[in-house]
């Protein structure tokens, strides 16, 4: 089962190789809006916030290039990176996913930055304050890792870096599980098939 879900994985590691899917381009400039980093132990407070960061982009009436640059890349980042239900991936700095988590978090408070300097911002503000406060209070969130001082470009979407998903444990006994679940829900319906058609009564005809 292990050197089947190995191979699985290298598989995937080949398909998306660790940095060709956010390398900037050869003019060296952004490609979309510049996204500030932000230090590891910021990045699992901010993540709280982040379906109120998106409620209040959505409400606003009108809109921007830029609110709308960083709107997409974070609903698109979140789901690259698994919707941030990875183990680890907000605060495990070996985690296949915690660069990308830091790039969806940076969009969300780029978002929210941008939000908060528009016309009648205000919501956004409050928001800023009580994040910051939430920050504050936390020893740890100075906290820095290999990913926090890398800033994000809104026309650049980070993939997780597969070539860690062999040797992180949580990752890995967490695809073994899926794979498991996989295969038990596969082999219980390929046994309840012949049962159900054993159970169903011919139809005789006229």
């Not at 952004?30 to 132990?41: C, L, T």
């Not at 936390?138 to 990913?147: I, K, L």
Request: aromatic residues 6%; proline residues 8%.
């Amino acid at each position: 089962m292990i050197r089947l879900l190995s191979g699985l994985l290298l598989v995937c590691a080949a398909l998306a190789p660790v940095r060709a899917h956010h390398v900037r381009p050869q003019s060296g400039g952004p490609v979309g809006v510049e996204i500030p980093a932000v230090s590891h132990g910021a990045t699992p407070i901010l993540a709280r916030y982040l379906p109120d960061i998106q409620k209040l982009a959505e409400r606003r009436a009108t809109t921007d290039p830029t609110l709308r640059r960083l709107q997409n890349f974070v609903s698109l980042q979140y789901f690259a990176c698994g919707r941030g239900l990875a183990p680890g991936s907000l605060t495990d700095e070996d985690s296949p996913f915690n660069e990308c988590a830091h790039a969806y978090v940076a969009g969300a408070r780029a978002l929210l930055d941008h939000l908060a300097a528009l016309p009648s911002g205000q919501d956004a503000q409050a928001l800023q304050a009580r994040i910051a406060e939430d920050i504050a209070r936390d020893p740890g969130a100075g906290a820095v890792c290999s990913n926090s001082a890398e800033t994000f470009d809104s026309g650049v979407v980070v993939w997780p870096d597969w070539s860690l998903a062999l040797t992180h444990r949580p990752t890995l006994l967490t695809f073994s599980g899926f794979l498991l679940f996989l295969l038990g829900a596969g082999g219980l319906l390929a046994g309840l098939r012949p049962r159900i058609f054993k159970t169903r009564t011919p139809v005789e005809g006229p």
